[in-house]
Every structure is written in structure tokens, then in C-alpha cells.
């Protein structure tokens, strides 16, 4: 599997920003599916994850202002998934570089893990800016 993450850029505070994120490759089997942040220096953060059955889970920096959701258009046909992050009522902590993660198959959790530790797939990431 690979990912590929699209739709970053600057945007002012309060602003909106769409991030997606296409999965190709052996993805029609159960999978969790994350977006990170990391800012210089600092540990990637778990911001908001996502399963095959649609549960979610959300860093409390986020909750209320972020929604996570995928496609689920892959089949054995066509392997991909889409994933997204629509971003609102953006603040300037929320800059940094946002990557797109995955695991599929592999342990089963009862909600979507915001762990570095849990994903074996990685995207090459996405800048966002927050700033007047």
C-alpha cells in the first residue's frame, strides 16, 4: 500500500482547509486509517483516525472543529482509498506538516488508535500555515 496526501497550504485563522489522502494498492481489507501533525522538534501527534466501519476518534485540540471520513470505493477491482480531514475554525497551533497513516489488517482495536505506533504506512506529508 502507499498514500499520497494533497491540500495543504496557508490559510488565516479561522480559515478552512480540506487535506485528502489516496491509499492504493491492497486496501480492501480492514484498515485504520489516521492523520498525523508534527511541527519541528516535536513527537508526531495522532489527530484524528478512522475505521472500515466508519467509528472515529479525535485529539481533544480538535474535537468539534475537525471531521475525519473515507471513501470506501475499494474493491478487489480497484484498490483505493480516499481519505480526508476537513479542518475549520483553524488556529495558529495548528500549523505543522500533517501526515496520512494506515495500517491494514493487522491488530484489531475497539476505537481507531491515535498512536504512532499502530500504523505501518506512511504519506510524505502536507504543510499547513495558520497565520494573519
Known amino acids: 500500500v502507499s498514500m499520497a496526501e494533497s491540500g495543504g497550504g496557508s490559510v488565516q485563522p479561522g480559515g478552512s482547509l480540506t487535506l485528502s489522502c489516496v491509499a492504493s494498492?491492497?486496501?480492501?481489507?480492514?484498515?485504520?486509517m489516521a492523520w498525523f501533525r508534527q511541527e519541528p522538534g516535536q513527537e508526531r501527534e495522532g489527530i484524528a483516525a478512522?475505521?472500515?466501519?466508519?467509528?472515529?476518534?479525535?485529539?481533544?485540540?480538535?474535537k468539534g472543529r475537525f471531521t475525519i471520513s473515507a471513501d470506501n470505493a475499494a474493491s478487489a477491482d480497484n484498490g483505493k482509498n480516499t481519505l480526508y480531514l476537513q479542518m475549520n475554525s483553524l488556529k495558529p497551533e495548528d500549523t505543522g506538516m500533517y501526515y496520512c497513516?494506515?495500517?491494514?489488517?493487522?491488530?484489531?482495536?475497539?476505537?481507531?488508535?491515535?498512536?504512532?505506533?499502530?500504523?505501518?504506512?506512511w504519506g510524505q506529508g502536507t504543510q499547513v500555515t495558520v497565520t494573519s
Open positions: 497513516a494506515a495500517v491494514y489488517g493487522g491488530d484489531y482495536w475497539l476505537t481507531p488508535p491515535l498512536g504512532v505506533e499502530a500504523y505501518d504506512t
Open positions: 494498492g491492497d486496501t480492501y481489507r480492514r484498515y485504520y
Open positions: 478512522i475505521d472500515r466501519r466508519g467509528y472515529t476518534s479525535y485529539t481533544d485540540s480538535v
